[in-house]
């Protein structure tokens, strides 16, 4: 673990200081990237779904609708700009940017790519690193909530106010599940930077099998050494963007539109933006730190020159896209969930499952100190899986005895007529009824008005 942690301060060491021209360079790729992203991404968006439900999507402007997202891009400013008699105007101008400038900074301590020269200038493709870079992250998600928050109480909206409420819960059960995802990961790791977290997973780690003097390497990537873990962040980083099945701060079914129901034009624009932007952030983290970051994948790594140069950011790419698929598949495939069954997969199912397996990695992380075999991640992970199986089965098993109670309930009040709590509405047939009586119904006369 210490010659991990030690292999990206000799990467860092040997480039050159980034001068300020450079710095500015960076800066404007990520901003460029992270906008020309989000048009590229809600055309594919409207594609893929298109396509999963038998429909062409856009395909009038430019060539394959092309240009859809850029037209709705430009008209969404240039519409009326509607402010609430009784908002609070400044802290509802403020919210949209607050949600969307964080969402801008995550994306700096991403790497992504390898060292390259550029104009002479030896640098690695990553705006910034820090000994606590996964929790500036984790900072700025905190920080994106409020704008969330003050853009629903601002409003003076029931429906605003309750998609903020829906928001904060939501964002405080699934963050707690994401920061114990990453706990592993750093025990493993042996640090918090972005830069070495990718430098650990260049080499698996040896295992001996079993005394036959066989030394075969596992894996290096963490999605498969650490799988819980994954499992888990890939989870709570959907709950943690609202996207679809857990979009209950956006449902239109019962709060219109949510938090942004009162906004319109830019500012709307800017929540939309914020959304898009925090997919991309949390899909090139979860590729940093779970895929080996902008490292090739197999068999492309087997080739000595695909983690060298401007390739590690094809590859880092092809990553993010597949996670970024994945948002797409899942809002064209899977029903919005109630609130109490998110509340419930949060707390019972994924902060336990968490906070379990980070313990038996700690655990672990000292036996394997000590000499022990990296082997035992796997049966780690198995075991806190079928714990987790047992506990979902659980769940589901308690739910569905309440759903049979409640079916008999609603069968005894059909049988005994409704006469608890309610009476019924037609007394003297069921009195006839229950008292035996087999004669016609009373007649009841229409009366009407002279």
Do not use: C
Request: no cysteine; net charge positive; glycine share 10%.
């Amino acid at each position: 673990m210490t010659v991990l942690a030690a292999a990206a301060p000799a990467i860092t060491a040997s480039v050159d200081p980034d001068p300020w021209w450079l710095v500015a360079i960076k800066v404007l790729i990520v901003f460029a990237f992270l906008m020309v992203g989000t048009l590229f991404m809600i055309w594919a968006e409207r594609r893929v779904i298109g396509r999963m439900q038998q429909r062409p999507g856009p395909n009038r402007a430019g060539p394959f609708g092309l240009l859809q997202a850029l037209m709705d891009g430009l008209k969404l400013p240039l519409k009326e700009d509607i402010v609430p008699r009784r908002a609070d105007k400044a802290l509802f101008v403020i919210a949209p940017a607050i949600s969307a400038i964080p969402a801008f900074i995550s994306f700096a301590i991403i790497p992504f790519g390898a060292v390259v020269s550029i104009a002479g200038h030896r640098t690695p493709l990553q705006l910034t690193d820090m000994p606590v870079a996964v929790l500036l992250v984790l900072a700025m998600s905190s920080m994106g909530v409020y704008g969330i928050v003050l853009a629903g109480w601002s409003s003076n909206s029931p429906y605003s106010l309750l998609g903020a409420l829906r928001s904060s819960a939501q964002v405080i059960s699934y963050e707690i599940a994401m920061g114990l995802a990453f706990v592993p990961v750093f025990l493993y790791a042996g640090s918090l930077s972005t830069a070495q977290i990718v430098a650990s997973q260049a080499n698996g780690a040896p295992f001996h099998l079993f005394g036959t003097g066989i030394i075969w390497h596992w894996p290096s990537w963490y999605a498969v050494l650490l799988l819980p873990s994954f499992v888990i962040y890939v989870t709570t980083m959907v709950g943690e963007t609202n996207r679809l099945p857990f979009d209950l701060p956006e449902g239109e079914g019962e709060l219109v539109g949510g938090y942004h129901t009162e906004y319109s034009s830019l500012k709307f624009a800017l929540f939309y933006l914020a959304e898009y932007v925090s997919m991309f952030t949390v899909s090139a983290l979860a590729t940093t730190l779970f895929l080996g970051g902008w490292h090739a994948f197999w068999p492309i790594s087997v080739w000595p020159g695909a983690n060298a140069g401007w390739w590690t950011v094809l590859w880092f790419l092809i990553k993010v896209a597949a996670f970024m698929f994945g948002f797409v598949w899942l809002r064209g495939s899977l029903p919005r969930i109630r609130y109490d069954q998110l509340m419930r997969l949060g707390w019972k199912i994924l902060i336990p499952a968490a906070l379990a397996w980070a313990l038996l990695v700690a655990t672990l992380s000292v036996w394997r100190r000590q000499g022990g075999s990296a082997g035992v991640y796997v049966i780690g992970g198995a075991i806190v899986a079928v714990l987790l199986a047992l506990a979902i089965a659980w769940d589901f098993s308690a739910e569905r005895a309440g759903r049979r109670r409640a079916a008999l309930d609603a069968e005894e009040a059909q049988r005994y007529g409704g006469a608890f709590p309610v009476p019924p509405m037609d007394l003297p047939h069921y009195h006839g009824a229950a008292a035996g009586a087999s004669g016609p119904r009373p007649e009841v006369k229409e009366v009407t008005g002279a």
